[in-house]
T-cell receptor
Framework: NAGVTQTPKFRVLKTGQSMTLLCAQD?????MYWYRQDPGMGLRLIHY???????AKGEVPDGYNVSRLKKQNFLLGLESAAPSQTSVYFC????????????FGPGTRLTVT | TQLLEQSPQFLSIQEGENLTVYCNSS?????LQWYRQEPGEGPVLLVT?????EVKKLKRLTFQFGDARKDSSLHITAAQPGDTGLYLC??????????FGSGTQLTVLP
């Protein structure tokens, strides 16, 4: 049982390049989330999904797109990277029902130069 | 937009000391969670509090949810170097999302 995994762990992009971050969970969770974490700002929600084929915007969605084609995978795309998107990105998942506990992946450190 | 303010932002103490971290909001939350995050890893849930006035204990950690469900505190007794980490509070306003505080970076010196 791997829990939540993220690929890649590190990435350096040049301004204007594109990339996709992959999140996978093996807990059969319905809900999945993408956050970014910047110093002194906690975790900010980018996009989330409440089930396969559904996505919704979070607090800071601009410059990002997501897709949830399979229940176990949640992809985060950057079409044209900007230095302001330099951050650590975390994926999380949770089951439906009480508790609301979110299980997090180990993060992807992205640097945009 | 619901906001959660944590204080202090940084805390450096000696082993054996006690400390309290605060999490405050002007909004009411249906539940509040505390997570701990270690360098290079994602946050891990410590506790969820649901009822106003609720107190939960986890070994040397005591968590309290305010009566009005707008604030929470985390108290650590006799801190140890293993308690070092980033502590995050997170409030649930809707069933689908969490609002995270900015975090408290705790360093416990041996």
């Amino acid at each position: 049982n791997a829990g939540v995994t993220q690929t890649p762990k590190f990435r350096v992009l040049k301004t204007g390049q594109s990339m996709t971050l992959l999140c996978a969970q093996d807990m059969n969770h319905e809900y999945m989330y993408w956050y970014r974490q910047d110093p002194g700002m906690g975790l900010r929600l980018i996009h989330y999904s409440v089930g396969e084929g559904t996505t919704a915007k979070g607090e800071v969605p601009d410059g990002y797109n997501v897709s949830r084609l399979k229940k176990q995978n949640f992809l985060l795309g950057l079409e044209s990277a900007a230095p302001s998107q330099t951050s650590v990105y975390f994926c999380a998942s949770r089951r439906t029902g009480g508790g609301y506990e979110q299980y997090f992946g180990p993060g992807t450190r992205l640097t945009v130069t | 937009t619901q906001l959660l303010e944590q204080s202090p932002q940084f805390l450096s103490i000696q082993e054996g000391e006690n400390l309290t971290v605060y999490c405050n909001s002007s909004s009411v939350f249906s539940s509040l969670q505390w997570y701990r995050q270690e360098p290079g890893e994602g946050p891990v849930l410590l506790v969820t509090v649901v009822t106003g006035g609720e107190v939960k204990k986890l070994k040397r950690l005591t968590f309290q949810f305010g009566d009005a469900r707008k604030d929470s505190s985390l108290h650590i007794t006799a801190a140890q170097p293993g308690d070092t980490g980033l502590y995050l509070c997170a409030g649930s306003g809707s069933a689908r999302q969490l609002t995270f505080g900015s975090g408290t970076q705790l360093t416990v010196l041996p």
